[in-house]
């Protein structure tokens, strides 16, 4: 049933699991490639000594994996552009007795970067993806320089040719749908943006390189009409959510649970970037678009205090309850199972 391409891929079923920032790490990633996918650990939000010990532990597996990267241009800190956003937010500010001048301004997240690449050169992991285009070419280079497959997200046509040329060995073809941020990095105007298929055909037609399509992919039947498409394989993140061995917090697995978990918006409120989450206080009463959110990834830092004095109370108010259109596929199975469903090969 598999196209010839997923033969580039070092794996053998083509189900690729979309690296998650937050809500998992070696866990999901050593479950997912021992089913015959390919695991992915998401570095954004991990520090060093942590990369270290996920890479250390699919190192030992023997297994392929991918290590993913964030690679934003870092912002230039506007203190008025902050005042703006925090004055936003006072309501909420005042009533968790969060002052302002606690928030920290410094950005929480770093780009990859050359200390990246040399952590990355002791483990020498087989594939690295990125979000938010690639870094500059002389780390690119080192990755290829030990056989590393290089992948990054393509939300258009545009994007796809850009990063191909800029030496992608696959594009992530990221669709509309998709849950958590939108790889979108040469433009801001979401009027670009495609559904999947349509995004995958556009890129299958143009492009020599293999293609992933993600975005909305639940069903096995997705799964085959993106391979049929001629897609290399497809990335799915948001239907591992509710699997045994994601680290999704129990604010993010109940509404993925609740009724109107199919409600999701494209909201740039929890970091300043888009990206899809279902409704809370956050993305209805803020969002889910605000004009005056600071840049990627400032605007974090007041929802990150706010978060946590809202979920120390027991609400999702301000937690990023990330999720595709796909979330009804959800299910509280072990990921290997999930992997077997995807790809439609006999449950054991
Ligand atoms: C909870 C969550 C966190 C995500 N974090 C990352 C990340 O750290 N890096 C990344 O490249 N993509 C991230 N994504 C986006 C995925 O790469 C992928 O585009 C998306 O999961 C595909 O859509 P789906 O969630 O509907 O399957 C995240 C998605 C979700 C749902």
């Known amino acids: 049933m598999f196209d010839q391409r997923t033969m580039q891929l070092p794996i053998r079923l083509p189900i690729v699991q979309s690296p998650m920032a937050g809500v998992q790490d070696a866990d999901l990633a050593l479950a997912v490639s021992a089913a015959g996918g390919l695991g992915s650990i998401p570095a954004a939000m991990m520090s060093a000594g942590q990369l270290a010990d996920n890479m250390a532990r699919m190192q030992a597996s023997g297994l392929a994996y991918n290590v ?6 870092p912002p230039k800190v ?13 309501p909420w500010l005042d009533k968790y007795d969060l002052a302002s001048k606690n928030i920290p301004l410094e950005p929480s997240r770093q780009p990859f970067s050359a200390a990246n690449a040399d952590l990355l050169a002791q483990f020498k992991p087989p594939v690295v993806s990125f979000h938010f285009g690639l870094p500059a070419a002389d780390l690119v280079a080192r990755i290829k320089g030990w056989g590393g497959l290089v992948m990054s997200s393509a939300t258009t046509l545009e994007e796809a040719e850009w990063l191909a040329d800029k030496g992608a060995d696959v594009v992530i073809a990221q669709g509309i749908e998709a849950g958590g941020h939108r790889g979108i990095f ?18 299958v037609a143009n492009l020599e390189v293999p293609i992933i ?18 897609a290399a394989a497809v990335q799915v993140g948001t239907t591992f ?8 917090n129990a604010f993010h697995r109940r509404a993925l649970q609740s009724e109107g978990a199919n409600k999701t918006h494209l909201t740039n409120v929890f970091s300043g970037r888009p990206a899809r989450s279902m409704e809370n206080v956050a993305v ?12 990627f990834p400032l605007a974090g830092n007041a929802m990150g205090l706010l978060r946590k004095a809202a979920e120390a109370v027991g609400k999702d108010d301000f937690t990023p309850l990330w999720s595709g259109t796909n979330n009804r596929a959800c299910d509280t199975i ?14 054991k």
């Open 78 to 90: 506007k203190l008025d552009a902050l005042e703006a956003w925090h004055k936003r937010l006072s």
């Open 334 to 347: 072990p990921a290997a199972q999930m992997v077997r469903r995807l790809a439609g090969v006999e449950d």
């Open 284 to 295: 209805t009463e803020i969002g889910p678009w605000s004009d005056v959110v600071p840049s």
């Open 186 to 203: 040469l433009t801001a105007d979401l009027a670009t943006q495609l559904p999947t298929m349509e995004l995958l055909q556009a890129c």
């Open 68 to 73: 993913n990267f964030f690679c934003h241009q």
């Open 213 to 230: 399509a993600a975005g909305g992919i639940g069903t096995q039947a997705q799964v085959q009409a993106c391979l049929d498409a001629g």
């Open 241 to 248: 959510l509710l699997c045994d061995e994601a680290a999704t």
